[in-house]
């Protein structure tokens, strides 16, 4: 499969090429980027010639007719370039944010299904090792879920954002609040604490899931590091904890371990310290999924961009909530 990147920046260099490199049968059709010097750099990297490169993601697409394309540039960019993909019938895998605006995602998500294409989005954390294991262990049973993402960054506005709220969402909660639909389903009510001053956003979710789970995110800007740290509790007797899409352990009322003691124990897992980034951080996963949806001709694949249209709508009750509660603050 010929495939061909538009955008060769951090995430693209440093994740989405190397996961792709990995994959049997996948060859990098072409390179562009609208900034000459990462042209130069691409092709220097790649030893490719002039005919590989490009400025321009339309006349790549025209003269290149790669199987597929998988964008990393930024959120306008992104809708302008699936749109043009997709009017191509050309496969089409964004990274996130796929689009600045919920409509943007709906209109990309009607146009796909209208032309027929297989489209990709890159909500990585939802093929992490630790998401697929959390959904093996507790099944379709979620009953509670409270996720901790924490970070350093944004505080300031991202791309052509005035807001850095919604460049925060945009940039962070967008997987952690992906992941927890992810988990468990629609979201019935959603609300909002914020304690958000200036550039410094710190608020929590509360959200009821249609299918009768609740959970919390909280979230911030405020921390020195990224943090993402889950709690589980499934089956009237899980308790699954996730740290760091690092390890998970599963504490489980009334199992005997070792003397019949069935208090302070838990099964733990880890990653294997020789385990490729790719995998567990869920790249390999989004990507394999947007090949086989490809070769399968599966529209409606579990990165489909159809499936952030709910993370969207999402994102926009938080940004609507911290605004008023901002506005009843002030
Ligand atoms: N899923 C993740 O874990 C993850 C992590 C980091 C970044 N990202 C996302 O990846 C995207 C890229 O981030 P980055 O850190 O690589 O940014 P970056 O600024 O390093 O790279 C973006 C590149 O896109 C190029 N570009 C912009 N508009 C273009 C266009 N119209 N045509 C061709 N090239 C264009 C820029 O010149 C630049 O080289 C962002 O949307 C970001 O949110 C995702």
């Known amino acids: 499969m010929r495939i061909a990147f538009i955008g060769f920046g951090a995430q693209a260099r440093e994740n989405l090429i190397p996961a792709c490199s990995t994959l049997f049968g996948v060859d990098i059709a072409a390179i562009c980027d609208s900034d000459p010097a990462k042209c130069l750099e691409a092709a220097a990297l790649f030893n490719f010639d002039k005919s590989r490169i490009f400025n321009d993601h339309r006349e790549m697409m025209d003269r ?25 019938g050309i496969p089409v895998f964004v990274e996130k944010p ?35 294991r959390i959904k093996q262990i507790a099944g379709d049973n979620v009953q509670m879920i409270s996720l901790r993402q924490m970070a350093n960054k944004p505080v300031g506005t991202l791309w052509d954002y005035d807001s850095v709220l919604r460049s ?29 001053h200036g550039e410094k956003i710190m608020f929590s979710a509360l959200m009821e899931f249609a299918g009768g789970a609740h959970g919390t995110l909280i979230t911030s800007n405020m921390s020195p590091h990224f943090t993402f740290d889950l709690d589980v509790l499934a089956q009237d007797k899980l308790h699954i904890k996730s740290t760091g899409l690092n390890t998970i352990s599963v504490a489980e009322v009334d199992k005997t ?7 302070r124990w838990c099964d733990i897992w880890a990653a294997s310290p020789l ?5 567990r951080a869920g790249y390999t996963g ?16 579990q990165t489909a961009i159809s499936t952030l249209i ?4 999402c994102m926009d009750a938080i940004e609507k909530q911290c605004s008023q509660l901002l506005a009843v603050n002030y």
């Open 64 to 88: 290149c007719q790669p199987d597929a394309v998988i964008v990393a540039c930024y959120p306008t960019e992104h809708y302008r370039i699936a749109c043009d993909a997709i009017e191509r």
């Open 168 to 196: 925060f969402l945009h940039a962070q909660t967008i997987h952690g609040l992906d992941l927890l639909i992810h988990l468990c389903g629609p979201v019935k009510r959603l609300s909002v604490a914020n304690n958000s």
């Open 286 to 301: 989004e990507l394999l999924d947007f090949i086989s949806a490809i070769q399968s001709g599966d529209r409606d694949s």
């Open 275 to 279: 385990s490729s980034g790719y995998s």
């Open 310 to 313: 709910e993370t969207y709508r």
């Open 257 to 263: 371990y070792i003397q019949g003691e069935n208090k």
């Open 98 to 132: 796929v689009a600045s605006t919920s409509q943007q995602v709906i209109h990309l998500a009607e146009l796909a299904e209208r032309k027929g294409v297989v489209t990709g989005t890159g909500m990585n954390f939802r093929f992490a090792e630790v998401t697929g």
